[in-house]
């Protein structure tokens, strides 16, 4: 009996052995396994942590305004350039409306902007277009506005961002540039000098003095022929 307990024991003893020895090894799998994956999870909230830190960064140095809205048209963020371009605190615009007194440039009075483009967002589709913002001094500016959606994973809109270009002394330039072509185009028109263009040997402008002093009916008339047939 003496001698089968001592087996027993010695038996139990090995089986401690072994089983220590398993659990030994199955830790340190689990060890060199987690290590890994901490290395990995780190390494990825660093890059994280550095791709959030350059979003950041352009948000807040961009020169354009930036704004970032909710899925109700609420504004959640806007960088510094909006600020100065709105002439308002972040306190005082987050929350608002983001697009009130905004007007498509080509729409009709009275419409209500956001819901013109919330359809395209919720699709996940970006919108952009010209349009024109009433400020606070009663003045209008005029910008290039690039919305972007963001989705869920159910592709449900949670938030956008929109980018305004402005574009109003642009705007301004062409209306005075339409402005004095308008004005020259009068002035040549009434002139009592006959007054013609010519480009590549054919007349591609007649104004009305011309048309009378070479005896046409018309300036259309006038035109087919070439500048060297109306001249001896």
Known sequence: ??????AQVELAGSRIKSTTVQTFGI?????IV????????LRQGKFVKEGTQRFSTLLEYSMNPIEVVDHEGKILY????????????TGELIGQPAFEGVRLVQGGP??????LVVDSLKSGKAWSGD??????DNGISFTLLIISPMMDRS?????CIAIHHDLTERKELTRKFEESQEKYQKIVESSLDGIVIVQDGRLVFV????MKIFGYSSTEEMKAVSFSETVA
Not at 1 to 6: A, V
Not at 34 to 41: D, K, Q, R
Not at 78 to 89: F, I, L, Q, T
């Open 1 to 6: 009996e003496l001698l089968e307990n001592i």
């Open 27 to 31: 830790s340190l799998i689990l060890f």
């Open 34 to 41: 987690g290590s890994v994956l901490a290395f990995f999870v």
């Open 78 to 89: 806007v960088n510094p350039a909006y600020e100065r371009w709105a002439g308002k605190s």
């Open 110 to 115: 009275g419409e209500s902007f956001w819901p």
């Open 131 to 136: 349009v024109e913002i009433a400020r606070p």
């Open 155 to 159: 592709g449900n809109l949670i938030e």
């Open 207 to 210: 104004n009305s003095s011309a």
